[in-house]
């Protein structure tokens, strides 16, 4: 993967307002076609296309989808895994630190990506250290979020504020952000380092 180099420490994504958003390695990651048993853990059940863990599984990534809703489980099931045959689709909350603990295998993961999700789960830095014991040496944990501060009041709860950002990027040894699209969702990539 070839990044520009500006990659800052994942602890300091707030002012790192430098960082690439359209290097050849942003573009690329997550990536690699054909790399073996790479579930993302909550991203998942899109009950609408494009889905993202189904692109995963497209992509060639050994794929679970988990999400907490019966129906997103349900839709993404139908919908995709007889396209898919590298997604597999399971209920999870993963808010529950023990039903992750007990469902998930430890060190298991390449990618784990949540896209538009960690709004919703409480304990932003709990969630993070829960992601580095699903994660393999080298994964990433990518996640994918709208910033609070870029919505209008009533909407602030569907994305995080910046001492969210603190918590969940804290821990891990290597880090960087980008946007999509000015004023859009915010994608960071962290990895244990
Ligand atoms: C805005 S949707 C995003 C869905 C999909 N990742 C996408 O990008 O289209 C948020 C999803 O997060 C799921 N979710 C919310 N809290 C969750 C939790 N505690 N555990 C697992 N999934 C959860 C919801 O059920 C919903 O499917």
Redesign the pocket.
Known sequence: MQHCGRRPAPSSAERSTDCCGGCEGCREEPSPPGRPASPPA?????PTPPN?AACLAALGWDTLA????ES?VAATRDRYTDLQPRLRVRR????DADAVARELPPGAFHLVTM???LA??PDKRAVGERVRRLLAPGGAWVVTTSLAERLVPERRGIGVSAEEVAEFTEGWGEGAWYDLGVGGVRCFVLRAG
């Open positions: 909550t991203d998942s059940c899109s993202y988990v999400d907490w809703a997103a999870l909350d993963f808010a896209r538009l999700v919703f789960l």
